[in-house]
């Protein structure tokens, strides 16, 4: 212990960056997931930083994203009706019900949303939990890496869509298996034609045929990109047009532009950025220490 902490203060004095290694050796490595194919249901321990947020009780409103031991990304909007003490946050889980002997539940001692988010048009829909207690890694409960500033994903890059939202817009319930599916990226004058809205601190992804999406239940949860066996997040579930529609690609919050507002609310410990440059066939990437009425009708992923 001492000596690794002897480490990260040599990283920061030398790089004379914010953060310290210790984060980046845990974040973003899912030991059991060897997926290469999207749209299923997803084995236990495939993405353990995924987190179900519920209301006190185990009824799931949100995803959200462990980003370290203490605090967990999510969207805005999830938490305009229900504040710190409504809710909890489960980690380890694959099933909202049932026997999951790795999951573990958390109370919350703070939300933060960012404060200009915007309710009428989505823009900033960021948020961050702070868990009551601090969680114990392990293969079923990890950190999830984060895109730094500066990251960039090209059109056609592949990136996972992981939650428990509604497998069909219009289902009256949920999947009791967590889900995942990936999808491309769209680029933003793309998606802009679709919505009109969009803005630099959005990113959207899907197919213009539809089929495959985030969808309500999502919300907050992490959309990834995976560079070798490093896996980064790059998106927040926001929004979109009912739920796989033709045309309209689902809308995520751009995490890359919201390093220094995390950063500003997390002192220590802090979460680990990774800059991507991710096209449709290859990338690079560089380790970093640390819905008004539309004129048609959109949908919040809660």
């Not at 980064?232 to 926001?238: A, R």
């Amino acid at each position: 212990m001492i000596i690794r902490l002897i480490l990260c203060v040599a990283g920061i004095i030398l790089l004379n960056m914010a953060g310290c290694l210790c984060q980046l050796n845990v974040c973003g490595q899912a030991p059991f997931n060897t997926k290469i194919v999207g749209g299923q249901s997803v084995t236990t321990g495939s993405w353990p930083w995924q987190a179900s947020i519920q209301l006190i009780g185990g009824s799931h409103f949100c995803g959200g994203s462990l980003i370290n031991k203490d605090w967990v990304l999510s969207a805005a909007h999830c938490f305009q009706s229900y504040g710190a003490s409504s809710i909890a946050v489960s980690l380890g889980r694959q099933t909202l019900t049932g026997s999951n002997p790795d999951a573990i539940t958390k109370t919350v001692s703070q939300v933060i949303t960012h404060s200009s988010y915007n309710s009428n048009t989505e823009n900033n829909d960021i948020a961050l939990v702070r868990l009551s207690s601090s969680v114990t890694f392990t293969n079923y409960i990890r950190p999830v890496c984060l895109a730094a500033s500066g990251s960039t994903l090209d059109a056609g890059a592949k990136t996972w869509i992981t939650g428990w939202g509604k497998l069909h817009a219009g289902d009256s319930s949920l999947p009791n298996t967590l889900q995942e599916v990936q999808i491309p990226i769209v680029n933003n004058t793309d998606c802009n034609k679709a919505y009109g809205i969009i803005t630099s601190n959005m990113l959207c992804a899907g197919f213009t045929s539809g089929g495959k999406d985030s969808c309500q239940g999502d919300s907050g949860g992490p959309m990834v990109y995976k560079n070798d066996s490093l896996w980064i997040q790059s998106g927040i579930v926001s929004f979109g047009k009912s739920c796989a529609a033709a045309g309209f690609p689902g809308v995520y919050t751009r995490v890359s532009q919201y390093q220094s507002w995390i950063n500003n609310y997390i002192s220590s410990d802090q979460p680990g950025f990774v800059q991507i440059s991710a096209t449709g066939g290859s990338s690079n990437l560089h380790h970093y220490l640390p819905h008004t009425l539309f004129i048609f009708s959109l949908y919040l992923f809660l």
